[in-house]
């Protein structure tokens, strides 16, 4: 239990006075709010703006409760953040602690625990099975898309040697690219042999990683859903039992969540087991493991302790997902079709779904005859709040950070948390941008709305015009939005000549791994990357890297999304919203905050927003887009000038960071210096400003 006053004193203290920190108020804002709201306990949220240092408050924080005895958990949302955290974030504070006023022994006994999942540790029974397979040579192994690499005993004999560590999970072991091999010994919950496995108790590393208490545990959103959500066949669980399920989890008293935000919609995502049930089949179905793991007894015996947990749920009144059998016809197709699984299982995968839609047939008969099962989906509301005390019952607080949050009405019901405070900071970068960033809204464009081929078309002949000449001229990378996967593809295609005609490169989402993409645009500065809406968020490119960010329209949410149309209702049914155009515009809000913040990463940023989408103008002071990155409507560009024009007005700005900056190659000198605006708008009128 923690002594609150000393827990808010240590913190304050210890922020005060870490080492080379350049302190910000709004960060210290937040610590202060932050440890005055945890004695109350209970649930609250705050949105803090990209560069407002949350990471820091809250290794503060957790560090403060960690000097009393008591652990904590952050979750974010991806695994990249995660790494982050644990093996840069948590390094640099550790360094910065001031040691005058924290006890070596107290510094030296905070440790973390990555929680990653399973699917991130090896599973010794396998290396067993491939170390067997590879008696007498060399092993060749196959994914389910058909990549293959050879494995050697020398190879299984390092895994399982680096794996003796439970903090070990495969990314330190084995390269990013060694996608193959990681699929073939990497744990999974399906796959894993339960009781049957001698590893199980002692040395199996995923379940000594989960097992382990940390004072501060760094897990990502998808491991602490699974742990919410999993149920058991008792009814009530004992106190063993959730410590053996929720793992170094179940040891922390705070909680933090970061990248909150997708938290939202957990109040109306279904509670069947629909989802869940398909995983598990089709990773048994297209497992590209060796043989012994497809074997029709182990799918049996899997589908068989699927039956007793359903029945015991409708024992308990809750339903049993009917659509199952729709699945089986799908991946039948797959298979038919040769996509996606290889050649080497696909009789396997054949025989086995025939198997499973027998025995899930089977299963539901029984089920009806004995309790007049309707077999329809029922969907009982969710709450954040009941799953954390029910699964988590040590939580005593949880935080939501985010850098974009809706409203506290929605956000509260949405979540099925009852949010006793909820703060917005403003962002520390707000007043060192204002004169390095240009939002640029064309307004002759066409709305995507009422003419989309010709809002396609401009924008195709708007990327081709400006883009190979920003390259050319070397101002830094380029991140190109796109609202679809089909629209990425068009631009992609259309502008890849151009860019490499003009000494650039073109990435394209979907064409190579997002972490092969995130390292070649950071190591060239002449890169396009044309992406979709997943590049919206943790897509960090400081600096020169990237210094034009263009979104084709703006991001709506798509109204047939089945997402989107699902938490519509829910809020809708609970009178939250009027109509679904209320939780459009606030996604929309969220959206381009999320994607506009891309460009402003550190102080040192500059650069410029670019929306082809004249609705902007039209109708963005109706749904509330009065600025873009921190610049308000009155200082957005609207003009669409030659492409030379439109690259001195970005020199202007890269030269607004520094103490000269360049202007359509000469030096100017500080004496002569104008705020780039003004000599933005001095570009815009020839006869103030002669350009050739
Ligand atoms: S317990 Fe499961 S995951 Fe762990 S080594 Fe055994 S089979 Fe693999």
Redesign the pocket.
């Known amino acids: 239990m923690l002594d609150f006053d000393l827990f808010k004193r240590n913190a304050l203290e210890i922020y005060d006075n870490l080492q080379d920190l350049d302190a910000r108020k709004s960060q210290r804002d937040m610590l202060s709010w932050l440890v005055d709201v945890v004695p109350f306990g209970g649930f609250v949220a705050a949105e803090a703006p990209t560069g407002s240092g949350k990471s820091l408050v809250m290794l503060v924080a957790a560090f403060a409760a960690h000097l009393q005895g008591v652990a904590t958990t952050i979750a974010t949302h991806s695994l990249v953040l995660q790494n982050q955290l644990a093996r840069k974030e948590f390094g640099n504070f550790v360094r910065r602690v001031p040691r005058k006023l924290v006890p070596e022994d107290k510094l030296s006994s905070w440790k973390w625990g990555l929680l990653t999942g ?1 699917s991130h ?7 067993d099975i491939l170390s067997d397979a590879a008696c007498y040579s060399d092993l060749v192994v196959a994914d389910s898309k058909e990549r293959m690499t050879i494995v050697t005993r020398e190879r299984l004999a390092y895994l399982r040697r680096s794996e003796a560590s439970p903090l070990k999970g495969l990314d330190s072991v084995l390269d990013r690219d060694d996608d193959v091999l990681r699929g073939v010994v990497s ?3 399906t ?4 009781k ?5 108790k002692n ?5 000594l990683a989960a097992r382990c208490t940390y004072p501060l545990t760094i897990t990502n959103h998808g491991y602490l859903n699974g742990v919410l959500k999993r149920e058991s066949v008792d009814t009530v669980d004992t106190v063993e039992k959730k410590e053996s399920r929720a793992g170094g989890l179940f040891g922390s008293e705070i909680l933090f969540l970061d990248e909150a935000h997708h938290w939202a919609g957990y109040s109306s995502e279904p509670s069947s087991d629909r989802s869940i049930e398909e995983a598990d089949l089709k990773s048994i179905l297209f497992s590209p493991v060796p043989a012994p793991f497809s074997g029709h007894s182990f799918l049996e015996s899997i589908i068989e302790s699927r039956m007793n947990i359903w029945e015991s749920r409708l024992k308990r009144g809750k339903c049993v997902d009917d659509k199952i059998s729709r699945a089986f016809d799908t991946w039948e197709r797959i298979v038919k079709s040769g996509r996606n699984i290889s050649s080497l299982w696909r009789e396997d995968a054949l025989q086995n779904i025939e198997k499973s839609r027998g025995m899930v047939e089977k299963m539901r008969r029984a089920l009806k005859e004995n309790t007049n099962h309707t077999g329809a989906v029922c969907e009982d509301e969710k709450s954040l709040e009941r799953s954390i005390e029910n699964k988590l019952p040590r939580v005593r607080f949880t935080a939501f950070f985010s850098a974009t949050l809706p409203e506290k009405r929605i956000y509260s019901a949405e979540t099925g948390t009852s949010l006793s405070s909820f703060l917005r900071f403003s962002s520390p970068l707000r007043e060192d941008t204002k004169t390095r960033v240009s939002v640029w809204i064309p307004q002759d464009a066409p709305s995507p709305s009422e003419d989309p081929e010709g809002h396609e078309a401009y924008l195709i002949d708007f990327c081709l015009e400006y883009i190979p000449d920003f390259i050319s001229h070397n101002l830094g990378g380029v991140l190109l939005l796109c609202s679809s996967l089909k629209r990425k593809s068009a631009v992609a295609r259309a502008l890849i000549r151009d860019v490499v005609a003009s000494g650039g490169i073109l990435l394209e989402q979907g064409k190579m791994s997002r972490s092969s993409i995130l390292t070649t645009f950071a190591s060239m500065k002449r890169s396009v990357l044309v992406a979709s809406s997943s590049f919206r968020e943790g897509f960090d490119a400081p600096g020169d890297n990237l210094t034009w960010v263009i979104l084709d329209k703006l991001p709506f949410p798509r109204p047939d999304d089945p997402e989107f149309k699902r938490r519509a209702r829910f809020l809708l049914d609970r009178g939250i919203i009027e109509n679904k155009f209320d939780l459009s515009v606030s996604e929309l809000r969220e959206t381009l905050r999320q994607s506009a913040g891309r460009l402003i990463r550190t102080k040192s940023d500059w650069g410029a927003v670019t929306v082809v989408d004249s609705r902007t103008l039209s109708r963005g002071h109706q749904w509330g887009l009065d600025e873009i990155s921190f610049v308000p409507r009155e200082k957005w560009r609207v003009d669409s000038p030659p492409p030379d024009v439109w690259v001195l007005r970005m020199k202007s700005l890269k030269g607004g960071a520094g103490r000269k900056f360049e202007l359509g190659g000469d030096l100017v000198e500080d004496s002569d210096r104008r705020e780039p605006f003004e000599i933005l708008d001095m570009i815009g009128n020839p006869f103030a400003f002669p350009v050739d």
């Open positions: 399973m540790y090896v599973c010794f029974r396998k290396l744990a999974s919950r796959l894993c042999a339960g049957e496995c001698i590893y199980r040395s199996c590393p995923a379940r």
